[in-house]
């Protein structure tokens, strides 16, 4: 049997994505990205990676279900097991969620339940807490309520700026998460 495949799902510059398809460790092929904005940079970088590109603009589709369901066909050609999203802005609806339940997997800048949705680093910043970090979790209907997987935190310092304390836990991020998806992914 050969190494499991995985898709990524990524909705802009693709720093995570850039993290997971080099990491020498990873126990699955990256067979796919899946991205949802056309001029999103994470598109050339799967193409300078040799990784098969679906781009799959919500605003083509009528429904949510019906942009999900040219998702799932392909995935399945594709003969996918996982789907990590790395900077994926969209919530993933019913249509993927009943079939992947369980094999989705997300990165979050924060150190979950705290500071969910889509600007977790500036959201903790703000609130002028001391500590933040990093969070891999299963995907469920909830936005970032999945059950975790593994946390790392950040400190955040008091000379610290929005955009010093991001690279920060950039750099978690893109440690952390190549080698929790080799520990899943080889359990499988």
């Excluded at 993933?92 to 680093?121: C, Q, T």
Aim: some cysteine.
């Amino acid at each position: 049997m050969g190494n499991a495949k995985a898709a990524v799902f990524a909705s802009g510059t693709g720093s995570n994505f850039k993290a997971i398809v080099e990491s020498p460790s990873l126990a699955c092929d990256i067979a796919l990205l899946v991205c949802d904005q056309p001029t999103a940079p994470v598109i050339d970088l799967a193409r300078q990676h040799g990784v098969p590109v679906l781009l799959v603009d919500p605003r083509d589709y009528p429904s949510k279900a019906a942009f999900e369901t040219v998702i799932l066909q392909k995935l399945a050609d594709d003969h996918v097991d996982w789907i990590f999203l790395a900077g994926y802005m969209r919530l993933i609806g019913p249509v993927l969620l009943n079939e992947w339940e369980g094999r989705i997997i997300n990165i979050h800048p924060s150190l979950l339940p705290a500071f969910p949705g889509k600007d977790g680093i500036g959201d903790a910043f703000r609130a002028g807490v001391t500590e933040t970090g990093v969070t891999i979790h299963y995907v469920d209907q909830g936005v970032d309520t999945g059950a975790i997987i593994a946390q790392e935190a950040v400190q955040i310092f008091p000379d610290d700026t929005q955009d010093t304390l991001k690279k920060r836990i950039q750099a978690v991020e893109h440690r952390l998460y190549p080698k929790v998806i080799h520990q899943l992914v080889s359990r499988t």
